[in-house]
């Protein structure tokens, strides 16, 4: 049972174009929604999280939007460039996301942003 | 400031084989989970290690099992490897009542 879907398996953005990757999940009970970002050879790492309280959260370039009748969430990434380029993966946990909690990861997102 | 530190970078075994992996947690950090990412595919937690006890298990075999020692590291042991073992094996490490865990670089397991 995948409890997280996560769409487009890959995409490709234009620099200075907008990239969205989106989002949906099934446990009602998830209050936690982060998106990592992953390159080769490397871990995941934080990128920006958002609680069902809010339905947008912005840092920098990157945007969460959340719906939660919908239970879909999404990315955008505002001026995409080429150092983009990576793999992206949202997330799903209880708990507030406090330590104790796992994380339910999508499939990922491949972005490719052509300069 | 050290991050997660996880030992080694990669590793061939052959099926039947054990293995053993170690994570040292970011300084500070006093929880580390195990998680398992496939090729092309999402990190599936494994487990959860907590004051030295396992607290939390995802749908993982019992071949799968773990320890976290005092000063907080923790080992990933995988006994009877099969193929489909084959992955990358990440530790992440968090603070108890903090949100937030940070991931290592992963320990690349290939599996002949």
């Known amino acids: 049972q995948q409890q997280v879907k996560q769409s487009p398996q890959s995409l490709i953005v234009q620099k200075g174009g907008i990239s969205i990757i989106n989002c949906a999940y099934e446990n009602t009970a998830f209050d936690y929604f982060p998106w990592y970002q992953q390159f080769p050879g490397k871990g995941p790492a934080l990128l920006i999280a958002?609680?069902?309280?809010?339905s947008e959260k912005k840092e920098g370039r990157f945007t969460i939007s959340f719906n939660k009748s919908a239970k879909q969430f999404s990315l955008h990434i505002m001026d995409s460039q080429p150092g983009d380029s990576a793999t992206y993966f949202c997330a799903a946990s209880l708990n507030s996301g406090g330590s104790n909690y796992k994380l339910t990861f999508g499939k990922g997102t491949l972005l490719t942003v052509n300069p | 400031d050290a991050g997660v530190t996880q030992s080694p970078t990669h590793l061939i075994k052959t099926r039947g084989q054990q293995v053993t992996l170690r994570c040292s947690p970011k300084?500070?950090?006093?929880?580390v989970s195990w998680y398992q990412q496939a090729l092309g595919q999402g990190p599936q937690f494994i487990f959860q290690y907590y004051e030295e006890e396992e607290r939390q298990r995802g749908n993982f075999p019992d071949r799968f099992s773990g320890h976290q020692f005092p000063n907080y590291s923790s080992e990933l042991n995988v006994n009877a490897l099969w193929l489909g073992d084959s992955a990358l094996y990440l530790c992440?490490?968090?603070?108890?009542?903090?949100?937030?865990?940070?991931f290592g670089s992963g320990t690349r397991l290939t599996v002949v």
């Open positions: 300084s500070g950090h006093d929880t």
């Open positions: 958002i609680r069902p309280d809010v």
């Open positions: 992440a490490s968090s603070f108890e009542g903090a949100s937030g865990y940070t």
